[in-house]
């Protein structure tokens, strides 16, 4: 099992920045993927930003290209993601997952933190 533990969240304005940070322990050495998703208030979950723990390739949902940037750090094992000119449609809770290696889905999760942007 990998265990995983966000920080970062809070309340920004409207056009401004937060880093989030992820702490992986346990089995580190299966992760293949990390990723951060969110939810906000009657949506679904979805795949904000992922990043390849080997070779550190990214990908990045449409709402967040230009704006977020995913990286991790494999000494560490730290993930982060920086928020930059963040909007109200931004505001959710972000949790940070991985899938480990010979699965299709991101299965371990952390507890989240929430992200609110005011207007």
């Known amino acids: 099992q990998v265990q995983l533990v966000e920080s970062g969240g809070g309340l920004v304005q409207t056009g401004g920045s937060l880093r989030l940070s992820c702490a992986a322990s346990g089995r580190t050495f299966s992760i293949h993927y990390m990723g951060w998703f969110r939810q906000a208030p009657g949506k679904e979950r979805e795949l904000v930003a992922a990043?390849?723990?080997?070779?550190?390739?990214?990908y990045y949902t449409d709402s967040v290209k230009g704006r977020f940037t995913i990286s991790r750090d494999k000494d560490k094992n730290t993930m982060a993601l920086q928020m930059n000119s963040l909007e109200p449609e931004d505001t959710a809770v972000y949790y940070c997952?991985?899938?480990?290696?010979?699965?299709?889905?991101?299965?371990?999760w952390g507890q989240g933190t929430q992200v609110t942007v005011s207007s």
């Open positions: 990043i390849s723990w080997s070779d550190g390739s990214t």
């Open positions: 997952s991985a899938r480990r290696i010979l699965s299709t889905v991101y299965g371990d």
